[in-house]
């Protein structure tokens, strides 16, 4: 089993930056696949990025391409979420979610994913 608990989130205004991370434990990091995904108020979750465990292709919502980077540190157990350039429409609650390696990996789909974090606040004023 495995606990995720991300941090990181705040206030900040547009065109700044943000760095979430997401520290797992209860078990070893390195056999999960890692995603991103965000929620605002009234729309449903959706895909931000995902890595996966051996540090293969990289993924991203077309909507953060180029300003956000996903990455991760196997031996701290940590996933982390650079967040360049924020606009106001990134304002959304943000959550790490993991999905074991051996299972089939549908890296867009929230409901594919084993394992949630709580979620940490990203609010971007204008």
């Known amino acids: 089993q495995v606990q995720l608990v991300e941090s990181g989130g705040g206030l900040v205004q547009a065109e700044g930056s943000l760095r979430l991370s997401c520290v797992a434990s209860?078990?070893?990091?390195?056999?999960?696949?890692m995603g991103w995904f965000r929620q605002a108020p009234g729309k449903e979750r959706e895909f931000t990025a995902a890595?996966?465990?051996?540090?293969?292709?990289?993924y991203y919502a077309d909507s953060v391409k180029g300003r956000f980077t996903i990455s991760r540190d196997n031996a701290k157990n940590t996933v982390y979420l650079q967040m360049n350039r924020l606009k106001p429409e990134d304002t959304a609650v943000y959550y790490c979610?993991?999905?074991?390696?051996?299972?089939?990996?549908?890296?867009?789909?929230?409901?594919?994913?084993?394992?949630w974090g709580q979620g940490t606040q990203v609010t971007v004023s204008s």
């Open positions: 979610a993991a999905i074991r390696a051996g299972s089939t990996w549908n890296y867009r789909r929230a409901d594919n994913y084993d394992y």
């Open positions: 209860g078990r070893t990091f390195s056999p999960y696949h």
């Open positions: 890595i996966p465990w051996n540090f293969g292709i990289i």
